[in-house]
């Protein structure tokens, strides 16, 4: 249970390692302000003040070995190597003064091939839970033999950086160090930045191997088919991939090698908000004893939890070993990709429930990874509003999006994958003015593509976008499957789409020097 710490300079005699659930929770209940369980028995538990990652505070050392290799810019911003150091050594002199330290030794990916042995140092027994959730459990006998992790992760959220030090924007800093092959959190207590630092390191090295590294969800047919879901928050990655009829690889992070897909991660963090038994049932059912329940509402009386209630936060999150998903798949680990489906929430309701894709037309929508907010989820929100995240998950790539476009592009080729636009947001009209696809029927869209259903069905080109879409769909109505037809006002139509194809038009041009010609072609037909 106990673990010495003075290889990294940490004296602390109470050093708790890989304890239980159980312990996690007496030493939450008893050392942090508002733990509580809930009616099902989960953990609740508040994450300070801050309830989301912190993107502009991320930072990657700057040394020659990796240099030339990591998208350097507004998401990879840099720090030297002093500054790192400096960093370092203010979190390990804080969590010195600590009377007691959780150790959670773990792994990343569900292929031993090229899974990294990751420990994580903290105080609060939330943090220990929760990473004990999100990394690959290990067997005692693998945890006698663990040695050296190949990562460690210093979280010192609850004291901040010195924000005069240079290369700091604030109190909070996420820093990462390739070389040294740590990372160091000051300034926030939210957990996903754990977990994402983690994605942000497997994203560095996997790219390295020539394996794909995704942010996507995954499940597994009766007959061994797999299918990735890529999409932005809100465009129902988690919810789709949650299929009673299929078996779950994964919720969020995913790599793809020579011989198929696994998941990097042991557990699930799914969004909370409004959650249902009736919408998501496999997720509500998941939520018991060893469930973190992150900045949600109860009544303190009955512990029932208020998922609508987002007075903490609009980002409330369920926390959970992948094996409390029924029917999920472990180890998870799938073969090569049938389907590659692509979520987007058009705001603007010009993007078809669903489209077939080319290659070409795959990578230029998986390079642009569009979605879009609507008026009132967010202060200052007053009409759509576009958002281009490369890859669908932009927040995270360490090289250029273009070398993960490449290297999606060849597996597609190499197993015959093939490609699917699903649009899960309006249809008929502009947010405001029309209703959102009703879940039912993106759900029967995706079980058409899945039994193959959609592969011979009768298609027209779209004459702006210029991608097949299906006239008609197993239990969907027809008017709802092709856009132009469904919008009272066919100007309005048009012009709408002509703006929402400007704005792809612009945003690609920052990877035109990257991209092949027939890539570029796959985009809209602005002509049109």
């Known amino acids: 249970m106990g673990l010495s710490l ?28 508002n733990a509580a369980i809930t009616a099902t028995g989960a953990l609740a538990i508040t994450s300070g003040i801050k309830t989301g990652r912190s993107p502009m505070d991320k930072r990657i050392t700057e040394n020659p070995e990796s240099r030339g290799d990591i998208w350097w810019g507004p998401v990879n911003l840099p720090i030297d190597a002093l500054t790192f150091e400096i960093n370092r050594e203010r979190a390990r002199d804080y969590l010195n003064t600590r009377h007691r330290l959780y150790v959670v030794d773990g792994c990343a990916g569900w292929d031993p091939d090229h899974r990294i042995k990751v420990r994580i140092v903290c105080e609060r027994a939330y943090h220990a839970l929760f990473m004990r959730n999100m990394l690959i459990r290990l067997s005692d006998e693998e945890l006698a033999a663990f040695g ?3 990562y460690v992760i210093y979280n010192a959220g609850k004291f901040p950086a010195n924000r005069h030090t240079t290369y700091m924007s604030s109190k909070t800093s996420i820093d990462i160090c390739f070389e040294t092959r740590e990372m160091v959190i000051l300034g926030t207590e939210y957990a996903g930045e754990m977990k994402k630092g983690i994605f942000t390191i497997m994203h560095y090295l996997m790219p390295r191997r020539n394996v794909l590294s995704m942010h996507c969800s995954a499940n597994e047919g009766a007959r061994g088919d797999v299918s990735l879901f890529f999409g932005l928050s809100g ?34 963090y799914a969004k909370a908000i409004d959650l249902s038994a009736h919408r998501e049932p496999e997720i509500f059912e998941a939520i018991r004893f060893g469930t973190v329940l992150e900045n949600v509402a109860f009544d303190p009386v009955t512990r029932m939890v208020d998922y609508s209630d987002t007075s903490l936060t609009q980002n409330t999150r369920a926390c959970f070993p992948i094996e409390f998903m029924h029917g999920a798949k472990v180890p998870c680990i799938g073969h090569h990709p ?45 009409e759509p509003e576009v958002t281009f995240s490369a890859c669908f998950g932009a927040a995270f790539l360490v090289w250029s999006p273009h070398i993960y476009a490449d290297l999606l592009a060849e597996k597609m080729r190499r197993h015959k994958a093939k490609a699917w636009l699903i649009n899960t947001g309006m249809v008929g009209g ?22 193959r259903k959609l592969e011979h069905v009768p298609t027209t080109t779209d004459e702006i976008f210029g991608f097949a879409v299906p ?30 194809a400007q704005l792809f038009d612009g945003n690609i041009a920052q990877f035109g020097s990257q991209c092949t010609e027939a890539v570029l072609r796959a985009g809209p037909r602005l002509a049109a």
Not at 350 to 367: D, G, N, T
Not at 430 to 451: C, N, V
């Open 430 to 451: 502009i947010a405001g003015r029309a209703d959102r696809i009703k879940l039912r029927y993106t759900r029967a869209i995706i079980r058409a593509i899945h039994d």
């Open 235 to 268: 465009t129902g990655k988690t919810t789709l991939s949650a299929d009673p009829s299929r078996h779950l690889i994964g919720d969020d992070e995913h790599c793809w090698t020579d011989n198929g897909i696994f998941n990097i991660e042991g557990g699930c």
């Open 6 to 33: 003075n290889l990294y300079g940490i004296t602390v005699q109470d050093v708790r390692r890989n304890v239980v659930p159980a312990v996690l929770y007496e030493d939450a209940l008893r050392n942090e302000p």
């Open 338 to 382: 049938e389907n590659i489906i692509l979520l987007t929430f058009d705001a603007f309701g010009v993007l078809p429930p669903v489209a077939r894709l080319s290659s070409e037309q795959a990578m230029y929508y998986f390079l642009n990874g569009y979605t879009a907010k609507v008026a009132g989820t967010e202060v200052g929100v007053t």
């Open 148 to 150: 050296r992790p190949d």
């Open 471 to 500: 006239t008609a769909c197993p239990g969907v109505p027809a008017e709802l499957l092709v856009p132009s037809r469904c919008w009272p006002d066919p100007d309005a139509y048009k012009r709408i789409a002509l703006h929402l």
